[in-house]
């Protein structure tokens, strides 16, 4: 499992977790069809490294053990929430 940071032109970052850049990208633009229709937006995709400086280490970790796939949303003292697209609301 990974964590990807998913930016859509003129949006802010969202964060995915995927077992590769192709399904990243699958559950992103599903989520976008959900959420925002329209016309699909030019992305830029980034494989974040599990040491990424700022970020819980433990509480990555754990979501990445999961090994489950979807949108991640991150609550400080918490750590991470992975739902499927259609769970997740407009950013």
Do not use: C
């Not at 959420?35 to 494989?47: A, F, Q, T, W, Y």
């Not at 490294?49 to 918490?78: D, F």
């Amino acid at each position: 499992m990974h964590l990807y940071q998913i930016t859509a032109t003129g949006n802010d970052p969202m964060a995915v977790f995927a077992e590769s850049y192709p399904t990243a990208v699958e559950i992103f633009m599903t989520w976008w069809l959900i959420n925002e229709g329209g016309e699909l937006p030019d992305l830029e995709v980034k494989r974040r490294n599990p040491n990424w400086p700022s970020i819980n280490q433990r509480h990555l970790e754990e979501a990445m053990a999961i090994g489950m796939s979807g949108i991640g949303q991150y609550k400080a003292g918490v750590g991470w929430t992975i739902s499927p697209p259609a769970l997740v609301g407009p950013s």
